[in-house]
Nanobody, 121 residues
Framework: VQLQASGGGLVQAGGSLRLSCAASGFTFDDYAIGWFRQAPGKEREFVAGISWNGASTNYADSMKGRFTISRDNAKITVYLQMNSLKFEDTAVYYC???????????????WGQGTQVTVSS
């Protein structure tokens, strides 16, 4: 199982970024995917999740209305559209996967490397 996150960068507060998580080495349709983030000195936290077919999604409360998770199973990729970014969204963002017929409900087993998102105030 390999997951490759990309799309991070430097953006001003109020701006937008779209992260991508490209997958390989497993049957993508069997896996739920989640985005997580970790800011310096803080615990890793859940951001958003999506079920194997995209029918179910869930978000951390602070991301609702600003972030949108989606997936394209034909492209074997999951996306995280982040709008109205805030300084406190600065973190390393990770995508992760595990077998599930719904959204992730436990800590996933497979993790990609992170992509840095920096929001300037």
């Amino acid at each position: 199982v390999q997951l490759q996150a990309s799309g991070g960068g430097l953006v001003q507060a109020g701006g937008s970024l779209r992260l991508s998580c490209a997958a390989s080495g497993f049957t993508f349709d069997d896996y739920a995917i989640g985005w997580f983030r970790q800011a310096p000195g803080k615990e890793r936290e859940f951001v958003a999740g999506i079920s194997w077919n995209g029918a179910s999604t869930n978000y951390a409360d602070s991301m609702k209305g600003r972030f949108t998770i989606s997936r394209d199973n034909a492209k074997i990729t999951v996306y995280l559209q982040m709008n109205s970014l805030k300084f406190e969204d600065t973190a390393v963002y990770y995508c992760a996967a595990d077998v599930s017929r719904s959204v992730l409900t436990t800590t996933p087993r497979y993790w990609g490397q992170g992509t840095q998102v920096t929001v300037s105030s």
